[in-house]
């Protein structure tokens, strides 16, 4: 099996769909506009600097979901997919992962996003393989809470070794695809490092490490 590996947010897609999410929360009136709105834009700031606590994050986000029918929250995210999400297609990212498909590589998404939010985006993106912050859920509904490691940074390279262990694969070939500095260290995992429209951070350590840079929005 060789891997290609991609984040999701600002890479896959034109945006984050985590804090896009919260964005539609508050222009539908399902939240307390401006105290969700300044706490949703003061945690992306965070993400952006490499200093975001996920946890805290991710808990703020899945707060929403505790309490309320699964029917209720499925429907909402339907809705989000249609008024948000599907702006966000980036053709040449389809056809890159269509480029993999095509040499027998096994895709996989892995993102710091929860899996609510992501399931059906890389459901929709024909990826069979996604790793995400997992949203804790019972019988009763969600939880609020994160269940396991969340997947940023070194978390991401902690879930990934944990399903290749699980999996019995190896890294031996793999690519891996990311805008952010947040995800330098798995990019030092990989065979074959890739950075997509990269934040600057990004973009310096990829010059000095002579990763490949590659746009997937220059045509939008």
Known sequence: MTLAIFDL???LIAGDSDHQWGEWLVSQSLVDAAAYQAANDRFYQDYLDGTLDIIAYQEFVLGE??????EQLHAWREQYMKDVVQNLWLPAAEALLQKHRDQGHTL?????TNDFITAPIAERL???HLLATRA???DQGYTGRVAGIPCYQGGKVKRLHQ??????ESLDGSWFYSDSHNDLPLLG???????VDPDDTLAAAARERDWPIISLRRSQ
């Open 9 to 11: 947010d600002n890479t």
């Open 136 to 138: 804790e859920k019972t």
């Open 163 to 168: 399903w290749l262990e699980e999996h019995h």
């Open 189 to 195: 995992e990989v065979a074959h490092p890739v950075a």
């Open 65 to 70: 979901l505790v309490g309320r029918p699964l």
């Open 126 to 128: 024909g990826v069979p």
């Open 108 to 112: 996989m998404i892995i993102t710091a």
